[in-house]
């Protein structure tokens, strides 16, 4: 359950202000199908979420336990830096949007999320918790719990949300994840 939670609060918390989130925001203003467009979240987010869980407890495999502990607060302490600095959104590909609703979100989010802070913080939680199916729910959960409100509410810009706190809140829990991993091993 704890794998559930840390990693259900860790992305959503992640997850804003994200490009993916400001992806969300434009694909809502450019369709009007919001199911479709959530529906496009929803299978991108647990095809790589998966893959990146399964590639965290893959690769923590085959480092010794101690040695995984020390990568696994590392990463989390990187990925306590990364978040501080602010997503813009790329520039964006008109051709995707002749797929229509589902599948522009499902291809855009798909790429979009490769490399991503919160597909690098689903890879550490794999790592941390011998989780996956909970940490890959956790993590979907997360996305969602950002960005379905942004694609309903789409009118409502991230301008109004006080990015800053929210960066650094972020930063801080990873950091404390970090610590904590340190200092209880994995």
Not at 37 to 58: D, E, K, P
Not at 67 to 72: D, E, M, T
Not at 111 to 125: R, S
Not at 161 to 172: D, E, N, Q, V
Request: hydrophobic fraction near 60%.
């Amino acid at each position: 359950m704890e794998a559930l939670l840390t990693s259900t609060f860790t992305v959503a918390i992640a997850e804003i202000g994200d490009k993916t989130q400001l992806l969300a925001l434009l694909l809502a203003a450019r369709f009007r199908n919001k199911s479709a467009i959530v529906l496009g979240i929803l299978l991108a987010t647990l095809i790589n979420h998966f893959v990146a869980a399964w590639v965290g407890q893959f690769a923590v495999s085959w480092l010794d336990p101690q040695w995984a502990s020390y990568a696994v607060a590392g990463s989390f302490f990187a990925i306590a830096l990364w978040v501080l600095i602010p997503d813009k959104i790329d520039e964006d590909d008109n051709s995707f949007y002749k797929l229509g609703a589902f599948m522009a979100t499902f291809i855009l989010f798909f790429i979009a999320e490769m490399g991503d802070k919160t597909q690098i913080a689903t890879v550490v939680l794999a790592a941390k918790y011998d989780a996956l199916t909970m940490v890959v729910i956790g993590t979907t959960l997360g996305m969602l719990i950002a960005n379905v409100p942004v694609v309903l509410l789409g009118h409502f810009s991230a301008d109004k949300l006080p990015m800053k706190i929210i960066h650094r809140s972020c930063a801080a829990l990873f950091a404390i994840l970090g610590v904590v991993t340190l200092w209880y091993g994995m």
